[in-house]
């Protein structure tokens, strides 16, 4: 069945560093990718999305792009703040099942 | 904005007992959804729902039901609960097609089963 896998965390970096959240899928079909975000003590919403392979998506200097050769979807951010702390979550949309599945999640923590 | 309304926030069960968990969206959306999140496991599915009347199963949903009987709102059920349903539970919502549309979400609401 389709599935998302993330890199484990905690990631910790120090202000203004260079982030990378490895996400690869697994997946029949053409489904999109989506990159959700979770601040501490809310519930998740989308950061970026790309609906088809080579599209990037972007977002509060976030980006990461649809490859489908390598069933990727790494996130990226050139230089990370202190308020980019938070859970990150992969997902893919299951067409089939009109839903989305998610990925278990890389907590982030950014340090002054 | 009200937007995912879950409530309540925190509620502490002893084994056994049961309980509803509330969610209400003033979206208008179609497609509503039951997640709970445990350390390590991400989000998964217990239950969803495409439409007001309807409800289908998703990855864990043993132990739960729901219900869908108004458009606006979606009841997650727990009729005996068991230490292992110990988790955050978030609702969502979309009304836009899955593969551009956003999922709103609520902010969540913590279980504890003694």
């Known amino acids: 069945g389709n599935s998302v896998t993330q890199m484990e965390g905690p990631v910790t970096l120090s202000e203004e560093a260079f982030l990378t959240i490895n996400c690869t899928y697994t997946?029949?079909?053409?489904?999109?990718l989506f990159w959700y975000v979770q601040y501490p003590g809310e519930g998740l919403q989308l950061l970026l999305k790309?609906?088809?392979?080579?599209d990037k998506g972007s977002n509060k200097g976030f980006e990461a792009t649809y490859r489908k050769e390598t069933t990727s979807f790494h996130l990226e951010k050139g230089s990370v703040q202190v308020s980019d702390s938070a859970v990150y979550f992969c997902?893919?949309?299951?067409?089939?099942?009109?839903?989305?599945?998610f990925g278990q999640g890389t907590e982030l923590s950014v340090k002054p | 904005n009200a937007g995912v309304t879950q409530t309540p926030k925190f509620r502490v069960l002893k084994t056994g007992q049961s309980m509803t968990l509330l969610c209400a969206q003033d979206?208008?959306?179609?497609?509503m959804y039951w997640y709970r999140q445990d350390p390590g496991m991400g989000l998964r599915l217990i239950h969803y729902?495409?439409?007001?009347?309807?409800?289908a199963k998703g990855e864990v949903p043993d132990g739960y039901n729901v219900s869908r009987l108004k458009k606006q709102n979606f009841l997650l059920g727990l009729e005996s609960a068991a230490p292992s349903q110990t988790s955050v539970y978030f609702c969502?919502?979309?009304?836009?097609?899955?593969?551009?549309?956003?999922?709103?979400f609520g902010e969540g609401s913590r279980l504890t089963v003694l």
């Open positions: 969502a919502s979309r009304d836009a097609p899955l593969n551009t549309g956003e999922l709103f």
């Open positions: 997946a029949t079909g053409y489904p999109s």
């Open positions: 790309a609906t088809k392979a080579d």
């Open positions: 997902a893919l949309s299951d067409q089939g099942g009109g839903k989305l599945i």
């Open positions: 979206m208008n959306h179609e497609y």
């Open positions: 729902s495409v439409g007001e009347g309807t409800t």
